[in-house]
């Protein structure tokens, strides 16, 4: 049994999931796996060239195309700055981006004015491991990121081993705001935010992927649940009860079986 089905109570069953679009994973691992690549490249750059003025020029090369692969962390924390990022939100976005770029920086200028240091490529294959673990742990924090409906509530769950579940009660959603930009349209992703009756968003599930059939699948399951909770009028009470009695009329007369009259009675006492 799954963590999702150990949390679900009595009864309690998954409507629908789905996870952040692809485009939120691409995002969070190119830095790492741009940084990954870089490191490999100028690792293999100092020791497979022959020994040399050739080979210095080749790892001379390759020193100045890592010097500007700078771009990419630089990119990273230039956009977290550009996004409104500040403090400890802005340093917690920004720390890998700045350490990959200092670290690319310090290798690429060994490459290119000291070239026969050959240990400094196996430190540069050694400091590839950390973007490659870094990647690995962002694409299964991705995989366990699900947005989940059930029957009885909307389910925000996060985390590889510490897992942090929030969740909003299906008879408390009020409405469902549902962004989408001409990008997200075309690739399939948008922002789903849901509205209590104060008018504050309870949870906020953004660049998830078909949010407009999540939006769906959400206000089908309250619908059914209004329909399965919703206490019938005294008329509708009297109705059903005079349908018994006439099934219980029919049976007498031998027009229903007795497995008949008990399959319908049970069918119209479940609309109670």
């Known amino acids: 049994m799954g963590y999702i089905e150990n949390i679900m109570g009595d009864q309690e069953q998954v409507v629908y ?57 630089l990119y990273l924390v230039v956009s977290a700055w550009i996004r409104g990022l500040r403090g400890r939100e802005f340093i ?11 670290a690319i920086l310090i290798v690429a200028l060994l490459l290119m004015f000291s070239p026969g240091l050959k240990a400094v490529g196996w430190i540069a294959i050694v400091l590839a491991a950390i973007p490659l673990v870094e990647t690995v742990r962002t694409v299964a924090d991705w995989l366990n990121e699900q947005y989940i409906i059930t029957n009885r509530r909307v389910v925000e769950v996060r985390g590889i081993i510490n897992k942090h579940v929030r969740d909003s009660a299906l008879e408390k959603v009020n409405d469902v705001d549902m962004t989408q930009s001409l990008v997200g349209r075309l690739l399939g992703y948008g922002t789903v935010q849901i509205i ?59 027009v229903l079986t007795e497995e008949e009259f008990q399959a319908k009675k049970a069918e119209l006492l479940a609309r109670l």
């Open 92 to 102: 917690g976005a920004i720390w890998r981006a700045a350490l990959a770029g200092l």
């Open 196 to 254: 209590t009756g104060s008018d504050i968003g309870v949870n906020m599930f953004r660049r998830i992927s078909n949010p407009a059939r999540f939006k769906r699948e959400m206000l089908n399951a309250k619908e059914r649940l209004h329909a399965s909770t919703r206490i019938p009028s005294e008329s509708e009470e009297a109705s059903i009860t005079d349908l018994i009695a006439e099934l219980d009329d029919l049976r007498q007369k031998g």
């Open 17 to 73: 999931r789905t996870h952040r679009h692809i485009i939120v994973l691409v995002g969070r691992v190119l830095g790492s796996l741009f940084a990954f690549i870089v490191f490999v490249a100028v690792g293999l750059a100092l020791l497979l060239p022959p020994e040399g003025r050739e080979g210095d020029q080749i790892r001379f090369y390759v020193g100045l195309i890592a010097l500007g692969s700078l771009v990419m962390p």
